[in-house]
Nanobody, 115 residues
Framework: QVQLVESGGGLVQPGGSLRLSCGAP????????MGWYRQAPGKQRELVAA???????NYLDSVKGRFTISRDNAKNTVYLQMNSLKPEDTAVYYC?????????WGPGLQVTVSS
């Protein structure tokens, strides 16, 4: 079974930075699109950023210019660099791997932006 391993969450002050990491099995990483979703209490889950196997990226409008998604194929790892964090970025963040209709999810990690 595919397991996605997430790390890098935590508490940060507004304006600060965090980097989330997600490791995926090498058997799927080079083929799958990778992404980060987030869900705040009482709100729908939303796609924050995604990167295809070819390196194309897509971002939620509210994070454009602040967040950067990247992938290191040698390490089978996708990263989400989050800068200029705002309180509204507070949510549980989930790593996702997708190939067609096949989705795999990480367990989720908490990101809290608060002073």
């Amino acid at each position: 079974q595919v397991q996605l391993v997430e790390s890098g969450g935590g508490l940060v002050q507004p304006g600060g930075s965090l980097r989330l990491s997600c490791g995926a099995p090498g058997s799927i990483f080079n083929m799958y699109s990778m992404g980060w979703y987030r869900q705040a209490p009482g709100k729908q889950r939303e796609l924050v950023a995604a990167i295809t196997s070819g390196g194309s990226t897509n971002y939620l409008d509210s994070v454009k210019g602040r967040f950067t998604i990247s992938r290191d194929n040698a390490k089978n790892t996708v990263y989400l660099q989050m800068n200029s964090l705002k309180p509204e970025d507070t949510a549980v963040y989930y790593c996702n791997a997708r190939w067609g209709y096949i989705y795999y999810w990480g367990p989720g990690l908490q990101v809290t932006v608060s002073s």
